[in-house]
C-alpha cells in the first residue's frame, strides 16, 4: 500500500511538470515572435525580478513547512505517518508549482525568455519525488 501512495505522488508530480510544460510551450508559442532575453535587474518590466523573487520565496515556505509537518511522525501509524508525508508533499508541490506558473504568465505577458527559463527550472528540477525522505 505505501508502494502504491508514492508511486502515486510520483504521477502527480509528473502531471504538475507537464502541465507546466505544456503551458510553458503554448505561451512560447504565443509570444516566439517578439522573444528577447534581458536579464539586467534596472529593465522596466514590472514583472522583474518580482516574480523569480516571489519564487524563491514560495519555495523557502514549501520546503519549511514540508518539514514542519514531517517533524512529529514519531508517534504515529504508519498509515498516518504515509497520509501525513501525502498532504506534506502536496503542499510542498503547489508552493514549488506557484512561482513557475507565475514566471510563465510573466513571460507570456513580456515574452522575456528569462521567465520561461526560471519558471520551467522552478516547475521541474529543484526536487523529484523519488529523492525526499519517507516516513
Not at 84 to 105: D, G, S, W
Request: with cysteine.
Amino acid at each position: 500500500m505505501a508502494s502504491s501512495k508514492l508511486k502515486a505522488m510520483q504521477t502527480i508530480h509528473l502531471a504538475f511538470c507537464l502541465a507546466i510544460v505544456a503551458m510553458a510551450a503554448t505561451s512560447y508559442l504565443t509570444v516566439k515572435d517578439r522573444l528577447y532575453l534581458d536579464a539586467d535587474l534596472n529593465q522596466n518590466d514590472i514583472f522583474f525580478p518580482l516574480f523569480p523573487l516571489v519564487g524563491l520565496v514560495s519555495i523557502a515556505l514549501g520546503q519549511f513547512l514540508f518539514k514542519r509537518q514531517l517533524s512529529n511522525l514519531q508517534e504515529l501509524s504508519a498509515d498516518d505517518k504515509i497520509n501525513k508525508f501525502q498532504v506534506a508533499f502536496l503542499m510542498r508541490t503547489a508552493l514549488f508549482e506557484l512561482p513557475a506558473l507565475l514566471n510563465i504568465v510573466g513571460f507570456l505577458v513580456s515574452a522575456n525568455f528569462v521567465f520561461l527559463i526560471v519558471g520551467v527550472v522552478f516547475s521541474c528540477f529543484w526536487y523529484r519525488p523519488d529523492q525526499v525522505n519517507r516516513p
